[in-house]
Nanobody, 116 residues
Framework: QVQLVESGGGLVQPGESLRLSCAAS????????MGWYRQAPGKEREWVAS????????NYRDSVKGRFTISRDNAKNTVYLQMNTLKPEDTAVYYC?????????WGQGTQVTVSS
């Protein structure tokens, strides 16, 4: 079964860091583009970052550029999101995403709360 499982979220103060992990299974991870999305309370889910299958190209939404880094370890079937200098506006449930057989695949999400 195709599955994505996020972990690493938590409660941090502004300026602190977290690293999210997404463990993938059930598909050929090394050939898939992977992405991170987030959804804040009362708001639509928004794209955060994506990474190509080999990791050659990484893209970020403007608000996280310079602070977040997406990476992947194909040997471990895992994609990461290193989040530095976190801000309250980064508070959201963060979801891992890919596409399999033309369908979007989502994890269950991990909560990130940035608050003083």
């Amino acid at each position: 079964q195709v599955q994505l499982v996020e972990s690493g979220g938590g409660l941090v103060q502004p300026g602190e860091s977290l690293r999210l992990s997404c463990a993938a299974s059930g598909f050929t991870f090394s050939t898939n583009v992977m992405g991170w999305y987030r959804q804040a309370p009362g708001k639509e889910r928004e794209w955060v970052a994506s990474i190509t299958s080999s990791g050659d190209l990484r893209n970020y939404r403007d608000s996280v550029k310079g602070r977040f880094t997406i990476s992947r370890d194909n040997a471990k079937n895992t994609v990461y999101l290193q989040m530095n200098t976190l801000k309250p506006e980064d508070t959201a449930v963060y979801y891992c995403n890919t596409y399999y057989n033309g369908r979007g695949v989502w994890g269950q999400g991990t909560q990130v709360t940035v608050s003083s």
